[in-house]
Nanobody, 121 residues
């Protein structure tokens, strides 16, 4: 059971990035999804963007989360990127989370390997 991330890279300020998180070995359709990031020099994960088990998409500020059950993949798209968005981004999934726990990284069972997003001109 694993989550494999793709996307990211170097993006200019004001640009957009779309990150993918594909599951293998299980179906994401009934899982809550969280996206977190780890900024340079920081240990803690921050910036939780989450959708519940029944959620199909969510708009959170400059970010759009969505899932494609046919592809067993979830996405995070971030628009109007700023240099402070530079971080390693992680997707996470869990089948048992209640809504109040969606933003808590320690509550997730499955994690992607992380993908670097660097916002710089």
């Amino acid at each position: 059971l694993q989550l494999v991330q793709s996307g990211g890279g170097l993006v200019q300020p004001g640009g957009s990035v779309r990150l993918s998180c594909a599951a293998s070995g299980f179906s994401l359709a009934s899982y809550a999804i969280g996206w977190f990031r780890q900024a340079p020099g920081k240990k803690e994960l921050e910036g939780a963007k989450c959708i519940s088990r029944s959620g199909r998409s969510a708009l959170v500020g400059r970010s759009t989360l969505s899932r494609d059950n046919a592809k067993n993949t979830v996405y995070l798209e971030i628009n109007s990127l700023k240099p402070e968005d530079t971080a390693v981004y992680f997707c996470a999934a869990d089948q048992q989370l209640i809504t109040s726990s969606l933003g808590v990284p320690s509550q997730y069972d499955y994690w992607g390997q992380g993908t670097q997003v660097t916002v710089s001109s």
